[in-house]
């Protein structure tokens, strides 16, 4: 069974950082794309970033490239997105994801991201 675990959100000002992890089981995870989507409140969900299996090409949605970073470590089947010079606006619950884009993605209960002085 496929599990996604989000961890690492919380509560910071405009401007700080965060580091949001996702602990990966019940699939072979560096044979995957993984991606980070989240959802703001009142609004769908929303693509933030992907990286292929082999770590190495990345891509990133316009609100956030030059200030979030995703990465992965296949040995430890995890998943990292880190979030710097972070906005009001970067508030949304984020979800890593495996298949996004395809007919059938898997996502996890998210973890929530709230930015605010």
């Known amino acids: 069974e496929v599990q996604l675990v989000e961890s690492g959100g919380g509560l910071v000002q405009p401007g700080g950082s965060l580091r949001l992890s996702c602990a990966a089981s019940g699939f072979t995870f560096s044979n995957y794309v993984m991606s980070w989507v989240r959802q703001a409140p009142g609004k769908g969900l929303e693509w933030v970033s992907s990286?292929?299996?082999?770590?190495?090409?990345?891509t990133y949605a316009d609100s956030v490239k030059g200030r979030f970073t995703i990465s992965r470590d296949n040995a430890k089947n995890t998943l990292y997105l880190q979030m710097s010079s972070l906005k009001p606006e970067d508030t949304a619950v984020y979800y890593c994801a495996k298949d996004w884009g395809s007919v059938a993605p898997r996502w996890g209960q998210g973890t929530q991201v709230t930015v605010s002085s």
């Open positions: 990286i292929n299996s082999g770590g190495d090409s990345t």
